[in-house]
C-alpha cells in the first residue's frame, strides 16, 4: 500500500443533517459540510480520499455499509442516536469487515445514561469521544495511522 491510496468513508447518523443549527452549545455551530470540507482537506494533506454520507434512516445507513462502505479502506463512524441501539448497524458493520473508528462531537459518557452504551465501540478499531469537529479530524488521522503504521 502506498501513502497516497486510502479510501475512507465517514458515516453520520440522523439529525446530523441539522449540525450548526441543532443544540449549538452541545454540537457546535458548524454545519456537517463545514465538517466534511474539513475532512476532505485533511484527507488531501493524508492522502486520503474521503467520501461523505448521512441519513436519518438506519436502513439507508446500513445500505451504504453494505454497497459502498465495504469497498473502503477504513470508515469513520458517528452513527448518533443509533449508537446506542442499532443491532442492525453494528452487523452491516461487522459484514463489511471494514475497520472503522466510532467518533462523537460530545463526551457520550458525561451525558445522559443511555447514551453510555454504545453497540459499536467494543468492534471499533478506537472511539474518540468529545472534542466536536476535531473528533473527525483525530478519528480520521488515527484511522490512517492505523492502516498505514509505518507512515
Ligand atoms: C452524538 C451523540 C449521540 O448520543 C447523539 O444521539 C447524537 C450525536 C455525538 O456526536 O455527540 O446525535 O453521536
Same mark, same amino acid.
Given at each position: 500500500m502506498t501513502a497516497s491510496d486510502l479510501s475512507i468513508g465517514v458515516l453520520n447518523g440522523p439529525n446530523l443533517d441539522l449540525l450548526g443549527t441543532r443544540e449549538p452549545e452541545l454540537y457546535?455551530?458548524?454545519s456537517l459540510s463545514g465538517i466534511n470540507s474539513e475532512l476532505e482537506a485533511l484527507g488531501a494533506e493524508l492522502n486520503a480520499a474521503v467520501e461523505s454520507f448521512q441519513s436519518n434512516h438506519e436502513g439507508e445507513l446500513s445500505d451504504w455499509i453494505r454497497d459502498v462502505g465495504r469497498m473502503k479502506d477504513g470508515l469513520l463512524v458517528n =452513527? =448518533? =442516536?443509533?449508537?446506542?441501539?442499532s443491532v442492525a448497524l453494528r452487523d452491516a458493520l461487522l459484514a463489511s469487515g471494514v475497520p472503522f473508528v466510532e467518533v462523537h462531537l460530545t463526551n457520550i459518557w458525561a451525558r445522559e445514561p443511555f447514551r453510555h452504551r454504545s453497540l459499536l465501540s467494543d468492534i471499533a478499531v478506537g472511539v474518540v469521544s468529545g472534542f466536536g469537529k476535531e473528533s473527525y479530524l483525530l478519528g480520521l488521522r488515527a484511522l490512517c495511522n492505523h492502516l498505514r503504521p509505518s507512515a
Amino acid at each position: 500500500m502506498t501513502a497516497s491510496d486510502l479510501s475512507i468513508g465517514v458515516l453520520n447518523g440522523p439529525n446530523l443533517d441539522l449540525l450548526g443549527t441543532r443544540e449549538p452549545e452541545l454540537y457546535g455551530s458548524l454545519s456537517l459540510s463545514g465538517i466534511n470540507s474539513e475532512l476532505e482537506a485533511l484527507g488531501a494533506e493524508l492522502n486520503a480520499a474521503v467520501e461523505s454520507f448521512q441519513s436519518n434512516h438506519e436502513g439507508e445507513l446500513s445500505d451504504w455499509i453494505r454497497d459502498v462502505g465495504r469497498m473502503k479502506d477504513g470508515l469513520l463512524v458517528n =452513527a =448518533a =442516536a443509533f449508537t446506542h441501539t442499532s443491532v442492525a448497524l453494528r452487523d452491516a458493520l461487522l459484514a463489511s469487515g471494514v475497520p472503522f473508528v466510532e467518533v462523537h462531537l460530545t463526551n457520550i459518557w458525561a451525558r445522559e445514561p443511555f447514551r453510555h452504551r454504545s453497540l459499536l465501540s467494543d468492534i471499533a478499531v478506537g472511539v474518540v469521544s468529545g472534542f466536536g469537529k476535531e473528533s473527525y479530524l483525530l478519528g480520521l488521522r488515527a484511522l490512517c495511522n492505523h492502516l498505514r503504521p509505518s507512515a
